[in-house]
Nanobody, 124 residues
Framework: QVQLDESGGGLVQAGGSLRLSCGASGSTFSTWAMGWFRQAPGKEREFVAAISWRGIRTYYADSVKGRFTISRDNAKNTVYLHMSSLKPEDTAVYYC????WGAGDTRSTKYDYWGQGTQVNVSS
């Protein structure tokens, strides 16, 4: 059973920064691609960032490119999302997801396991 636990969300002013963490259970974490998605009220879940299993390849949505950075520490079974220059439109519930079979993907359907999400609120 794979469990993903996000943390690090909260309230921040526009222009500020947050770092989200996602801890994963499972001894094979280092072989999984990982992704971050978000869902704002009244909107569909959307891709934010993804990282390959060794962290060599990263992918970003255009809306966060240059502001967000995804990284991972396989020794700690943790993936991070560093968010800077935050905007009110970044307000959403952020989810991490695991893809045990892929190399990183923008499509949510490619991910088999999901966390419960962490709320990020950016005030103007």
């Amino acid at each position: 059973q794979v469990q993903l636990d996000e943390s690090g969300g909260g309230l921040v002013q526009a222009g500020g920064s947050l770092r989200l963490s996602c801890g994963a259970s499972g001894s094979t974490f280092s072989t999984w691609a990982m992704g971050w998605f978000r869902q704002a009220p009244g909107k569909e879940r959307e891709f934010v960032a993804a990282i390959s299993w060794r962290g060599i390849r990263t992918y970003y949505a255009d809306s966060v490119k240059g502001r967000f950075t995804i990284s991972r520490d396989n020794a700690k079974n943790t993936v991070y999302l560093h968010m800077s220059s935050l905007k009110p439109e970044d307000t959403a519930v952020y989810y991490c997801a695991a893809d045990p079979w892929g190399a990183g993907d923008t499509r949510s359907t490619k991910y088999d396991y999901w966390g419960q999400g962490t709320q990020v609120n950016v005030s103007s």
